[in-house]
C-alpha cells in the first residue's frame, strides 16, 4: 500500500526558514504531480504548492516568492522550502500525491502531516 511520510517541521520564529520533505513509497509507478497543503485552526485545507512530472507547478498566492517546491531525484519525493516565513504560515502541512495533475480537487494519498509554527 501506498504510504507518504513527511518531516521537516518545527518551531521557526518570524522571517526564518523550514524545508519539508516528503518520500513516498509502495507505488509501482510514479506519481503525476505532488504536492502540499496546510490546515490552520479553524480553516480549510488549501493547497499550498505542486508540482507535476513534467517540473509544472501551482502556487497559492500567499505563498509565492516565499517558498519553493521541487521533486527530488528519488521517484516519488516532493520538497517545499519555505522563507520568510510569517506567523500565518502556522499550519499542519500534508504532502499529497496523486495519479492526475490537476489540483481542482482533494484526490490522492496523504501523509500524516506535520507541524510547522511560526513563532517568536
Known amino acids: 500500500q501506498v504510504q507518504l511520510v513527511e518531516s521537516g517541521g518545527g518551531l521557526v520564529q518570524p522571517g526564518g526558514s523550514l524545508r519539508l520533505s516528503c518520500a513516498a513509497s509502495g507505488s509501482t509507478f510514479s506519481f503525476n504531480a505532488m504536492g502540499w497543503y496546510r490546515q490552520a485552526p479553524g480553516k480549510q485545507r488549501e493547497l499550498v504548492a505542486g508540482?507535476?512530472?513534467?517540473?509544472?507547478?501551482n502556487y497559492a498566492d500567499s505563498v509565492k516568492g516565499r517558498f519553493t517546491i521541487s521533486r527530488g531525484n528519488a521517484k516519488n519525493t516532493v520538497y517545499l522550502q519555505m522563507n520568510s516565513l510569517r506567523s500565518e504560515d502556522t499550519a499542519v502541512y500534508y504532502c499529497?500525491?496523486?495519479?492526475?495533475?490537476?489540483?481542482?480537487?482533494?484526490?490522492?494519498?496523504w501523509g500524516q502531516g506535520t507541524q510547522v509554527t511560526v513563532s517568536s
Open positions: 499529497n500525491a496523486r495519479f492526475v495533475e490537476s489540483w481542482s480537487f482533494e484526490i490522492g494519498y
Open positions: 508540482i507535476t512530472s513534467g517540473g509544472g507547478t
